[in-house]
Structures are given as structure tokens and as C-alpha cells.
């Protein structure tokens, strides 16, 4: 079976998005010190380093990347499940 069930496709949005948020915590850091004490002027005068938060949180949940990593999941699902029923594919 080559397709994910709602529930893996959501496990593996919300690994990939804890993935990035890890890569990607030096820009959120900075952000969110951008933002610390700020209201409404926050949306121009942080918006370089909002915009720089979510461009490396997009290399990492963009759509080519939750492609590779369900083509990840899937060939290691499928590689567990010959291996536990010792048949070929």
C-alpha cells in the first residue's frame, strides 16, 4: 500500500514541523526578541525577520520536502512490512 492514512500523514506534518522548528530556532529566537514588547508595531518592524522564519520553515515543510519525507516514510513502512512477513515485494 503506497498511501498514508490521515493519522500517519498527520504524525509526519507534525515530526517535520518540530524538525524545522529545530533547524530553524536561531531565526525564531530572533524574531521572537524582535517582538518582545511589541504590539502592533511588530508587523514592520519584524517583518524581515518574520519573513526569514517562515522562508527556512518552508524548506523543511514545503511541499517537495513533505514529498521526500513521505517517500521516506512509505519506503521504510513498506520495507518493515517485508521484513515482518518475509515476503518480497
Not at 58 to 85: D, H, I, K
Amino acid at each position: 500500500m503506497n498511501a498514508l492514512s490521515r493519522r500517519e500523514e498527520e504524525t509526519l506534518l507534525k515530526k517535520t514541523k518540530e524538525h524545522a522548528l529545530k533547524e530553524c530556532d536561531p531565526l525564531v529566537r530572533e524574531f521572537a526578541q524582535c517582538a518582545e514588547g511589541r504590539t502592533f508595531s511588530v508587523a514592520w518592524e519584524c517583518r524581515t525577520k518574520y519573513q526569514a522564519v517562515q522562508d527556512c520553515m518552508l524548506q523543511y515543510t514545503g511541499p517537495e520536502a513533505m514529498s521526500t519525507v513521505r517517500a521516506e516514510y512509505l519506503r521504510l513502512r513498506n520495507e518493515q512490512q517485508q521484513n515482518t512477513t518475509g515476503n518480497p515485494a
